[in-house]
């Protein structure tokens, strides 16, 4: 399993970072649409040892092209960034992995949506 650090920073003003990005030479090379969709046991049981199993389904705007990974994250461990171990694989057909999670016992939890815009 690899090590995910995670620091998220809360941005006043969005329109000044894409400045400053600007100013650094940065250019956009696209955008991507991020849906994350989670797994639990009906019980709860992986939210309940700080777990986590995502299935992840990237869309790149431009293109329509997709990817598919899941994802299973250990509990997160002390530091000054968030931090945890986590397991991934690519899958070709997310609607056929979401089945095999289901098959497995495990049901729909939460949904989250993003835009993640990719500066160069």
Request: net charge negative; glycine share 8%; aromatic share 4%.
């Amino acid at each position: 399993m690899s090590l995910e650090i995670e620091a998220k920073i809360k941005v006043e003003c969005f329109d000044e970072v894409l400045h400053r990005l600007a100013g650094a030479g940065a250019v956009r090379i696209g955008a991507v649409l991020e849906t994350n969709s989670f797994f639990d046991t009906s019980a709860g049981t992986l939210v309940a040892a700080d777990k986590g199993l995502r299935l992840r389904r990237t869309r790149e705007l431009a293109t329509n092209e997709q990817h598919f990974i899941i994802t299973v994250k250990g509990p997160q461990q002390q530091g000054p960034f968030k931090s945890r171990e986590e397991a991934e694989v690519n899958v070709d057909n997310g609607d056929r992995a979401a089945n095999v999670l289901k098959a497995l016992g495990f049901v729909d939890g939460a949904l989250l949506q993003s835009l993640e815009v990719q500066p160069n």
